[in-house]
């Protein structure tokens, strides 16, 4: 029996999906065999052409409820959708091409119950296409959770004790968070159909009291072979990462207490998310790139870039500067 004495689930899992047939089936059906815990699945179909929500619906769970959207959207939009419609005690953001880990899982309903944390966060592997070798997070990752576990299996702080999770690669699926918490204090992903999740991960991590770190991988990210995947397109849709950042920095600049406090952490995140696109975008959008990159830096005050030179992190000022004035 779930432990909650009410008909609240323990877990609700949010999962956008656009032309997932071939896994999203097997995902739920994952998903429901968590043990002893009541789940809700909501599937927001982004206009799928292929029968995403028959795949769902022969599974005959009323745990499964499905939300047709009958336009494109992207995973942003279906997520604050979604968890519109959320009603567990937590809430997990999964995508339906994705490996979920259920004894993780499992593990992250136990340690928010028992720490009263707000957010459980844990690392994650990639795979690539229908290769078999499995390989670790993103290297600015690995070195980041490492540093903070220090040979732990689980760590309870504040943010402000690790706060370089700021900077941590922005997916939304290796986070289980404390449904009333996020949806009182209005958690939404941006709604443009590229980086729409950097929005989610800051304010994810930001809007936490306490988080726990779990030293156990919830996800194995499934990264598509060939141009089809939004992840492989690099041509002028990618301009929408410095949309997502404006909306960013509007949250955090929008409070000073965290501006003051995490904008140095914010402006090295910027600077690494836009070179890596930059390096990688097509040519004819290059300058255009390079462009949205200096006015979204110009944002920056004085008091801000001098806090940032004098007092936080004098390298990444000569990088701001440098990048600025390129």
């Not at 070195?143 to 941590?168: H, K, N, Q």
């Not at 955090?252 to 070179?275: C, K, Q």
């Amino acid at each position: 029996m779930p432990e909650n004495a009410s008909n609240t689930p323990d877990l609700t899992v949010v999962i956008p999906m656009c032309n997932a047939a071939d896994t999203v089936g097997g995902l739920a059906q994952q998903i429901l065999s968590l043990p002893n815990r009541e789940v809700q699945i909501v599937a927001i179909d982004d206009a799928s052409t292929d029968g995403s929500p028959d795949a769902l619906r022969a599974l005959g769970s009323d745990a499964i409820s499905v939300i047709e959207l009958e336009s494109n959207h992207g995973a942003g939009y279906a997520r604050n959708v979604g968890f519109a419609q959320a009603t567990g005690r937590y809430t997990l953001f999964f995508d339906a091409d994705d490996e979920i880990h259920v004894e993780a899982l499992e593990s992250a309903i136990s340690e928010l119950d028992s720490t009263g944390a707000d957010l459980a966060m844990m690392p994650y592997s990639y795979r690539r296409g229908h290769s078999t070798e499995y390989t670790g997070m993103n290297s600015f990752d690995e070195v980041v959770w490492r540093s903070y576990m220090s040979g732990m299996s689980d760590r309870v702080a504040p943010l402000t004790e690790v706060p370089r999770l700021l900077g941590f690669s922005n997916y939304p699926w290796n986070k289980v968070l404390r449904t009333d918490r996020y949806q009182d204090a209005g958690l939404r992903f941006g709604e443009v159909h590229v980086h729409n999740d950097i929005l989610g991960h800051w304010m994810s991590l930001l809007l936490a009291r306490k988080l726990v770190l779990l030293d156990e991988q919830i996800c194995t990210h499934i990264v598509g072979e060939g141009g089809a995947n939004l992840s492989n397109r690099m041509g002028r849709e990618r301009l929408a990462l410095f949309d997502a950042l404006d909306e960013t920095y509007d949250m955090i600049s929008g409070n000073p207490e965290l501006r003051n406090r995490y904008s140095h952490h914010y402006w090295d995140f910027a600077l690494r998310v836009t070179d890596w696109a930059i390096s990688r975008i097509s040519p004819e959008v290059v300058d255009e790139a390079r462009y949205r990159l200096q006015a979204h830096l110009l944002r920056m005050s004085i008091v801000e870039f001098m806090r940032i030179r004098e007092r936080r992190d004098p390298s990444l000022a000569n990088r701001i500067t440098s990048r600025a004035l390129a």
